[in-house]
C-alpha cells in the first residue's frame, strides 16, 4: 500500500491525500504543469515533501534510506539518457542493487529476477544489445525490466508511453497492466485520456497541484471535469465496440458551422478490455 498524507511540495504540489492498495493500476492524469511528475518524485523518496508524508507498507518513505527504499519503490523516469553505456543485461541487473551486496558477483537468486524479467519483457534476444541502439518502445521495455527486477512492490512510472507509437504505446500498457493484475501496485503519469480509461483501475485528476477528482475513469472524466482541467468541450461516450470511455468535440472550421464531433484519440484495440 502506498499513502501520501498532505503531501505539499515548494508551492507545485498542495495537500495531495491520496491511498492505493496493491494491484491496482492508477493513471495521474492533468494537463502540462498540473504537477504528475512532481508527485511521483515526491512519492518515490528523490523529493522530500515541503509538509505532508509518503508511507509505504506503513514506513515512512523519506526515513528509509536508498536502499531499502528500493526495496518496497521502483521508479522509471520520464526520460532515459540517450547515451547509456551498458548493455540491456546489464542495465536490468542494475535492478538488484537493493538485494546484493555492495561488492561481489550477482547471487543465483539476482540471475533468476534478471532472467526473468528479461523473459517477460521479449528482450532476452536483445540481451547483449547496448541500450543505446535499441528503438524508442525497446528502451522502455528495459527500463520496466530493470524495475521487475528490482522486486519492488510498487511501481512508480513517469509516462512511459510518450514518445511512442501506438503499437508500442499499447505493448507497455499490457505490460503494465498485467503487473498490476498479479499484486504490484502501478502508478503512472499519462497524457492519453482514453488509454488512460481503458486501462487504470482509477485515475487522479491534478489541476494545478491539486487533486482535482480521483476514482474509476468514468467518474473522474466527465465533460465538466475536462472543460475544468484541460479547458475543451468535450463529450463522453463509451465506445461501440469495447465499452471502454471515449472522448469527442464539436469541430468548427473557419466560423462556417459545425461539423460532426471528432474523435479525440486513437481507437483503443478491443484486445485491451480488461476483464
Given at each position: ?6 503531501v505539499?511540495?515548494?508551492g ?18 492533468g494537463p502540462?504543469?498540473?504537477?504528475k511528475?512532481?508527485?511521483l518524485?515526491v512519492l518515490a523518496?528523490i ?8 508511507r ?10 536508498p536502499?531499502?527504499?528500493a526495496?518496497?519503490v ?10 547509456i553505456?551498458?548493455t540491456?543485461?546489464?542495465?536490468v ?8 551486496p555492495?561488492i561481489?558477483a ?8 534478471v532472467d526473468?524479467a528479461?523473459s517477460r519483457l ?7 544489445n ?10 522502455q521495455?528495459?527500463?520496466?525490466a ?6 519492488s512492490?510498487?511501481l ?7 514518445n511512442?507509437d501506438l ?11 498485467g ?18 480509461a481503458?486501462?487504470?483501475d482509477?485515475l487522479v485528476?491534478?489541476?494545478?497541484g491539486?487533486?482535482?477528482q480521483?476514482g ?10 475536462v ?7 468535450v463529450?463522453?461516450f463509451p465506445?461501440p465496440?469495447?465499452g471502454h470511455?471515449r472522448?469527442?468535440?464539436p469541430?468548427?472550421v ?7 464531433p471528432?474523435?479525440v ?7 485491451a478490455?480488461?476483464s
Open positions: 500500500m502506498l499513502e501520501a498524507a498532505g505539499s511540495f515548494r507545485i504540489l498542495h495537500d495531495v491525500t491520496q491511498t492505493w492498495p496493491a494491484g491496482r493500476l492508477v493513471g495521474l492524469v502540462n504543469g498540473a504537477g511528475s512532481t508527485l518524485r523518496g523529493w522530500s515533501p515541503t509538509s505532508g508524508e509518503v509505504v507498507s506503513g514506513l515512512s518513505v523519506h526515513q528509509l534510506s536502499r531499502q527504499r526495496r518496497h521502483s521508479y522509471l523516469p520520464q526520460q532515459l539518457p540517450d547515451d553505456p551498458f540491456v543485461r546489464e542495465f541487473e542494475m535492478g538488484r542493487y537493493a538485494h546484493r555492495r561481489g550477482l547471487s543465483r537468486a539476482d540471475r533468476a529476477a526473468q528479461l521479449e528482450l532476452a534476444d536483445l540481451a547483449h547496448p541500450i543505446k541502439y535499441l528503438s524508442g518502445g525497446q528502451r521495455r528495459a527500463a520496466i530493470r524495475c521487475l527486477a528490482q522486486e512492490g510498487v512508480l512510472l513517469d509516462e512511459p508511453i510518450s511512442l503499437h508500442y504505446q499499447w505493448e507497455i500498457l499490457q505490460i503494465v497492466r503487473l498490476a493484475s498479479e499484486g504490484r501496485l502501478v502508478v503512472m503519469a499519462i497524457h492519453h485520456l482514453e488509454l488512460a481503458a486501462f487504470c482509477e485528476l491534478l489541476r494545478n491539486r487533486v482535482y480521483a474509476k475513469p468514468q467518474a473522474v472524466l466527465t465533460p465538466e471535469a472543460e475544468a482541467v484541460f479547458g475543451l468541450s463529450q463522453v465506445d465496440h469495447t470511455l472522448l469527442s468535440w469541430e468548427t473557419d466560423g462556417a458551422g459545425s461539423h460532426p471528432r474523435e484519440e486513437e481507437v483503443v484495440p478491443a484486445c478490455k480488461r
